[in-house]
């Protein structure tokens, strides 16, 4: 068993503050939301590069109107996300905790479904098909993914079922028992390896949409996958086929992926 480094969820205390009523006062930065900005970064560093590669047609500062709608996006849609798909009745009871995402709280295809968004409105403007912004925006994705896992593990969340393996850990919070560290597995496959088999497949030039496709075919595969090691939410359980509901979320999106890759190539073949 390894042991988990029980790191402070707050990297720093800005402070303190003397205000008047209040008393003291001191802003707490956490880890979970500085891994957002360091997803954030690596989005706007690998846009500006693609964009000069000349992935997608269009200026640098454009690029960064796009960030900017798709960090709205992330944070909007991942939140609103975990509230409607994952504790609907706890956020009904306590509305005003829906604004404390410093205590973690994000569901990616919340975020998903914000990002589209985001991109619909953008491809609009541009005058552009929604895929080619897609095919653009899903290799700057992943590593974003990665830290957002990192965050998830420093806060000792999400942990994963009982486990005898070797590297299981006790997680802070958790009812003692030997877990797997499942957040570093979603780290690993959805991030990084994600990242790595998008980042070779979009240097070469691709039908349009089929980058999209193998972006949600690999996030729902590879979480889909995980989600057997990791332990479903208290108040959901298991759901119909003993699938979790990170499971029956990941399903639309490989036979999505699926649809639009063989759809995709198709169309290229007729232009030929």
Request: charged share 15%.
């Amino acid at each position: 068993m390894l042991s988990f480094p029980h790191i402070n969820p707050v990297a720093i205390a800005i402070g303190p503050f003397e205000l008047p009523i209040i008393g003291t006062l001191y802003i707490p930065v956490h880890w979970y939301g500085l891994m957002y900005l360091l997803a954030f970064f690596f989005a706007w560093l690998l846009g500006r590069y693609r964009v000069k590669q000349g992935a997608l047609d269009i200026s640098l500062t454009r690029f960064e109107d796009l960030l900017f709608y798709g960090i709205l996006g992330v944070i909007l849609g991942g939140r609103l996300g975990y509230v409607l798909f994952y504790k609907p009745l706890f956020y009904l009871q306590n509305p005003l905790d829906i604004f404390k995402v410093w205590d973690g709280g994000m569901s990616f295809h919340g975020g998903l479904i914000g990002v589209l968004i985001a991109m619909l409105w953008f491809a609009r403007q541009e005058k552009k098909t929604f895929f080619q912004i897609s095919d653009f925006v899903a290799p700057l994705v992943p590593l974003g993914l990665a830290t957002g896992r990192i965050g998830n593990f420093i806060n000792g969340e999400l942990w994963g079922r009982v486990t005898d393996a070797p590297w299981g850990m006790i997680f802070p919070y958790s009812d003692g028992a030997v877990r797997h560290p499942s957040q570093l597995y979603q780290m690993a496959l959805e991030g990084f390896s994600l990242f790595i088999i998008l980042w070779i497949f979009s240097s070469k030039k691709r039908p349009t949409g089929q980058v999209s496709a193998v972006f949600l075919m690999g996030y729902g595969f590879f979480r889909f996958i995980v989600e057997f090691t990791r332990e479903p939410d208290a108040h959901l359980g298991f759901l119909a086929l003993g699938f979790s509901m990170g499971q029956w979320l990941s399903l639309p999106m490989i036979l999505a992926g699926i649809a639009i890759f063989v759809l995709s190539t198709k169309q290229s073949k007729h232009q030929h």
